[in-house]
């Protein structure tokens, strides 16, 4: 009998392996077209699009995947599909082992050349000069609010916002240490020793131990790897990477800690997918009334603003600030095309994409 049922599943995966093949062909011929057309390879809109139908079209038929499942299926499909097309690189936050890196496989699949670098900038400097074609960078956490340094950098560089992704975070505390008494110094990123304070306060409240922050996760386990009597806070993977020992695992605050990535592009423009969020930063004339009056033209069109965040204008010598603003819609479509033109002196568009929060 089980012999038997194993060999219906071999006869099902020889149908999917001819229908990939398939499906890869038209690809193919997809790739051609866009070439001859020089139009990205990545359309996030398109593949949101499938997913959907094939969600709707797997509870008709009373199917036993999961939405969740489904996406895992076709996200690396769909990466092997653009690979296939033309292999595109795509930098991160690093090292190896990153949230970051993990945010950006989740989008673009195994199979995708990755550049890890050692900053945000970096990766900003990567994409304006074309050395990648996408980078992937942190813009917000649920639990402890805006990366500012990634909102700063997308007011200073001239790039587009291709997606956002979402990625829950799970801490783990790692050292080669045998026991806690022996860790002298805790690496890690600042935002995580934020997310980790209850943790850190039961275990470490009266010690004497350092808490030192580093630019990644990754480099902090990779720190703690190296430097006796030193302990990290990272993902799971990295500790793994790495090989130092996990002593404890979700150690986060909130088990509904969530972090959302932005991909950024040097020039892309979403096509319309009718749940789609536009960013913009807004730079207003110092004078009464003029922030309200910017606000009231999207209140008049019930256009809903799902975020509102105030920077400082570092480059001048008074105290003014610049907003970093995210709204419901494609800038494409009305009302939100109208009044993004009625205020496109004061405007920078950053891109519309496809919504997920």
Not at 22 to 35: D, F
Not at 117 to 124: E, G
Not at 187 to 215: G, H, M, N, T, W
Not at 236 to 246: H, L, T
Request: with cysteine.
């Amino acid at each position: 009998m089980l012999d038997q049922l194993r060999q219906e599943i071999d006869k099902i995966d020889n149908q999917l392996l001819a229908l990939l093949n398939e499906r890869m062909k038209i690809v193919q011929k997809i790739g051609e077209l866009k070439k001859t057309n020089n139009t990205f390879i990545y359309r996030p809109e398109r593949e949101k699009a499938i997913l959907d139908r094939l969600a709707r079209l797997n509870q008709e038929l009373g199917g036993l995947l999961t939405p969740a499942a489904i996406d895992a299926i076709y996200m690396e499909i769909f990466a092997a599909s653009r690979h296939f097309e033309l292999p595109e690189r795509v930098a991160y936050l690093g090292p190896e082992g990153s949230f970051c890196h993990q945010a950006a496989e989740n989008r673009f699949g195994a199979m995708t050349d990755y550049i890890a670098l050692q900053d945000i900038r970096s990766i900003f400097e990567s994409v304006v000069t074309q050395r990648v074609r996408f980078g992937v960078v942190p813009i917000e956490n649920n639990q402890e609010g805006f990366v500012n340094e990634t909102i700063d950098l997308l007011f200073a560089f001239d790039v587009r916002i291709v997606a956002e992704t979402l990625l829950p975070i799970h801490h783990t505390f790692a050292s080669t240490c045998e026991k806690l008494n022996d860790i002298k110094q805790i690496f890690s990123k600042d935002i995580a020793f934020k997310q980790c304070r209850k943790f850190l306060e039961s275990y470490f409240k009266d010690s004497q131990v350092e808490f030192i922050p580093v630019e990644s996760t990754s480099k902090a386990v990779k720190i703690a790897s190296e430097r006796p009597h030193s302990a990290a806070i990272c993902a799971s993977v990295a500790a793994k990477i790495y090989r130092v020992p996990i002593l404890f695992e979700n150690i986060e605050d909130s088990p509904y800690n969530r972090t959302r990535f932005y991909i950024i592009s040097k020039e892309f423009e979403n096509q319309v997918s009718g749940n789609d969020k536009t960013t913009i930063i807004a730079q207003l004339p110092d004078v009464a009334g003029s922030l309200a009056t910017f606000l009231q033209d999207f209140s008049v069109h019930q256009i809903n603003l799902k975020k509102i965040e105030s920077r400082p204008a570092k480059s001048e010598e008074k105290f003014n600030c610049w907003f970093y603003i995210e709204i419901d819609g494609h800038a494409a479509q009305e009302p939100l095309k109208s009044v993004l033109a009625k205020h496109q002196a004061n405007v920078k568009f950053l891109g519309s994409y496809v919504k997920l929060c």
